[in-house]
């Protein structure tokens, strides 16, 4: 996708990348290692010691780094840099890194630039203003499990970007916006947002980014005063994302908002309450092809959907779209403006008019939503832009040429059609290689099974995809239509993952999804597994061993060097916390430990881990 820096900033507050502030070596306490174990030290090496980090400054080095203190950053620089580095990993222990008096144009407290493999866990950032965390030019890492206080901000204005980014489980009280970002998860996150300008999350210049199952606090009363967040979730220039499945309170402007060029788009299964505006919508640079809007909910909006375009071409446009999209089985209920129009798409008397030799408005499909039936009907301008799907439900029009043939409850006989989600009941525990089945009723006319992949584990695959093609089955034929979609085909890593599925049919609707949460095994990877802080101190102040990065579902069975066992433990998402104490729940002394992991395959790992009271 070609994509252009410079439109970016009509978006939202103006924010620049100042030059790094000087920095310091981060003052710390290493854990060293132990040599000479003797017949201990055949059974592994140790895993990387864990450093304790107990001030602001630089990270340049691999490795595990904990806190067990507060940070507070020097007056107007940035607390902690990690910079130039890969497989770092983050725990603050619940301690707070915060900055004090800093630009806006810089972070305050946590800043990682040129990283790849890294993870940011148990941290809370704080800042009165500027930056709380800045990502650049870094890939394939986890922000998890956090309280952010501050704007995030992922690649802003910077073209080379960032990809494959979890950003999961965290709680904010700022933005987090992402530019030039790929192939990244924003997945299961908090945001309650104060109560002036701005958005929950925005993805500007990015591709194949997945936003699903987000809870976003926009604090609008619902007044005229504008105070609260903008909007929900706002997409620019972005290509193949999906978002799906998130919660959106109380926005004045738009629930879900898209501004430039969309394609190949997925806005699917969100819920959306109190937007002032429109719960969907686009007029800044619209231009649409290939999108799916499927299935959402809309409540207490304005309207269900508005569409128009402000700006003639923009550099880098020679053509403008709204084509080949497809709007079904969307919902809307108890209008804020119930004498107005349900949903709005003008490209004729709205905004910006674009010469028509520059323009392709053409193919658009509208099926099974519902428009509420005591709104006015919807606006399409121009009305050759829309093919009627069928089962759409809203008032009648006074418009001879009005594009839908609109259903109602009344004993006109035409109603909204209900599809049936997919048959979909997989096992809770698979091997990598499975397949997956799915089952639809061969009497709607099967085109085709969708399938999405999402992980929910730290550095695995973000998200794949896979198609498959229904047999050849006549639309009067009863039996159900069965497909495998074949997981082994994704080379996916062991570990949790999401999984939805949903159908196409014959004549271009889509079917709601089923879904359904697995755990896919296999063999035990002996470079990945992380014990930390091994040795362990008393002085170190960390009251726990960690085993990181197994299998989910491994067991670890500890014993002492003559082979007394000791306890075992039962890894949970892929970890499991030793509170070092037996299986009576004593305190164990100090002295060498052996470790043995076995996975759900029956493979097995062994290691030592070092006590020092």
């Not at 965390?133 to 960032?162: A, E, K, W």
């Not at 670890?556 to 082979?563: F, R």
Request: with cysteine; charged share 10%; aromatic share 8%.
């Amino acid at each position: 996708m070609k994509r252009n820096p410079l439109i970016v900033l009509i978006l939202g507050p103006i924010l620049f990348c100042a030059a790094a502030q000087p920095a310091r070596a981060v003052d710390t306490q290493a854990m060293t290692g132990w040599t000479g174990l003797g017949e201990a030290a055949a059974l592994g090496p140790v895993a990387p010691p864990a450093t304790i980090i107990s001030a602001c400054g630089e990270i340049t080095q691999s490795g595990n780094y904990i806190l067990n203190s507060d940070l507070q950053g020097t007056s107007g620089s940035t607390c902690l840099i990690i910079h130039d580095t890969s497989n770092i990993h983050l725990d603050c222990q619940g301690h707070t890194i915060s900055g004090v008096n800093v630009p806006s144009t810089i972070s305050g407290t946590l800043e990682i630039s040129s990283v790849t493999l890294f993870s940011v866990t148990g941290c809370k950032l704080s800042v009165a203003q500027g930056w709380a965390l800045n990502i650049q030019r870094s890939h394939q890492g986890i922000i998890s499990n956090n309280t952010i206080q501050g704007l995030t901000v992922s690649s802003l204005y910077d073209s080379i970007g960032s990809s494959q980014l979890q950003v999961l489980n965290n709680t904010f009280t700022g933005e987090y916006y992402q530019a030039y970002t790929d192939d990244s998860i924003v997945s299961n996150n908090v945001f309650n947002l104060p109560t002036n300008d701005g958005s929950g999350i925005s993805s500007q210049n990015g591709a194949n980014n997945l936003i699903i199952a987000n809870t976003i606090f926009g604090n609008w009363n619902g007044g005229d005063n504008l105070i609260g967040a903008d909007d929900g979730i706002v997409l620019g220039n972005e290509t193949g994302t999906i978002v799906k499945q998130n919660t959106i309170y109380g926005v004045f402007d738009c629930g879900i908002e898209t501004v430039y060029m969309i394609t190949n788009v997925t806005i699917q299964g969100n819920t959306i309450q109190k937007s002032g505006v429109s719960g969907i919508g686009s007029w800044y640079g619209t231009n649409w092809q290939n999108n799916l809007v499927d299935n959402n909910t809309v409540t207490q909006s304005s309207s269900l959907f508005l569409f128009y375009r402000i700006y003639d071409l923009l550099p880098g446009e020679n053509h403008m779209y709204f084509q080949n999209n497809q709007f079904t089985g969307n919902h809307f209920s108890s209008p804020m403006n119930p004498i107005g129009p349900a949903a709005t798409f003008d490209f004729e008397t709205m905004g910006t008019t674009i010469p028509v030799a520059e323009e392709t408005l053409a193919s658009n499909t509208f099926s099974n939503n519902d428009f509420d039936l005591s709104e006015l009907s919807p606006i399409f301008l121009p009305e050759t832009m829309i093919i009627d799907g069928g089962g759409n439900l809203c008032s009648a029009s006074s418009d001879p040429a009005f594009p839908l043939a609109c259903g109602s409850s009344s004993a006109t006989g035409t109603a909204t059609v209900s599809l049936p989600a997919p048959s979909f009941a997989p096992s809770s525990q698979l091997p990598v290689t499975a397949s997956l089945d799915a089952t639809y009723p061969g009497s709607y006319g099967v085109e085709k099974f969708n399938w999405l992949v999402t992980s929910m584990d730290p550095m695995m695959r973000v998200q794949d995809a896979m198609t498959n093609l229904a047999p050849q089955t006549q639309s009067s034929n009863p039996q159900p239509v069965a497909v495998q979609a074949d997981l082994g085909s994704l080379h996916l890593s062991p570990g949790h993952y999401h999984v939805t599925v949903d159908v196409t049919l014959k004549n271009g609707m889509i079917s709601p999804s089923a879904a359904a949460d697995i755990t896919l095994l296999g063999a035990a990877n002996t470079s990945q597994v992380n014990v930390y802080p091994n040795p362990w101190k008393a002085s170190l102040g960390v009251s726990y061993m960690k085993f990181d990065s197994l299998p989910t579902g491994s067991t670890i069975k500890i014993y002492t060097v003559s082979g007394h066992w000791i306890k075992t433990l039962s890894a949970s998402g892929g970890s499991a916390p030793w509170d070092l104490t037996n299986d009576s729940g004593e305190k164990v002394a100090s002295g060498i430990y052996l470790y043995l992991i076995t996975d759900p395959q029956g493979d097995k790992i062994n290691g030592k881990a070092i006590v020092i009271r």
